[in-house]
DNA sequence: TCATCATATAAATGTATATTTATATATTGT
DNA sequence: ACAATATATAAATATACATTTATATGATGA
């Protein structure tokens, strides 16, 4: 049994939905900024704001989105709120998006 | 060097643009669909309008978006117009995300 | 050239979402 | 209770996008 019949059963209709609904939150450059931000270990509001300079609506809006799709573990310690990567393999996700971006964009480019 | 490491070198802002815009390519149902059904080589359009039961104008809307992300590659014969997924690595992005989608999910549910 | 089939495009519509500005809520220390 | 800080929410705006219906373009065969 090759790869395509493994993926043909194992990503039925209701999977794709879960697999396109979690694409949709890695659709924004800002969120992935995030995302790569809190992926070695749990990081305040405050923190990512500063660090990723941007504002801090904009950073509690897309950590509401990034909650929503789970990709996010939210713990309170006093006033502040932590946000964690909850799952790593995002990060090979992300990782294989840009070199498969990168090989297509070069390959592009050849005439 | 850890991954964190590896992955704060190479995936610098640009190219989490490019993750970010194909991400938003993945973010559809349909167009997941549609990149699973024509992975074991090319289809037509009318096949795939038939077999995914979407309308013809549809199709085509999200084949010109995946063609835009580069996700496709299109080649013509005669009246037919073919297209087939581009960078196969896009199938194990894609079962990755089903598999974390699941996980995350059942996670939820455990109180 | 005409009719037919395959595919693409246009127009219209509804909905979602990224961002900014302004304000509200919640926690802590005094 | 009050002031200060941390974070969230609301409102407003602009833009993008999925889908449908209608029409156009392009290729083929008679």
Redesign the pocket.
């Known amino acids: 049994m090759d790869k395509t019949l493994t993926l043909q059963s194992s990503l039925d209709n209701d999977r794709l939905q879960s697999a396109a609904f979690l694409a949709?939150?890695l659709?924004?450059?800002?969120?992935l900024r995030i995302l790569l931000f809190i992926s070695d270990g749990k990081k305040?509001?405050?923190?990512?704001?500063e660090e990723l300079d941007?504002?801090?609506?904009?950073?509690?809006?897309?950590?509401?989105?990034l909650?929503r799709s789970l990709l996010v573990k939210?713990e309170?310690?006093?006033?502040?709120?932590?946000?964690e990567l909850s799952d790593s393999r995002i990060l090979t996700v992300l990782q294989t998006l840009s070199d498969v971006a990168t090989n297509l964009l070069s390959a592009r480019k050849t005439f």
């Open positions: 949709k939150s659709s924004d450059a800002n969120r305040s509001v405050s923190t990512i704001v941007l504002s801090q609506p904009l950073v509690s809006h897309h950590l509401k989105e909650k939210v309170r310690e006093g006033p502040f709120i932590y946000y």
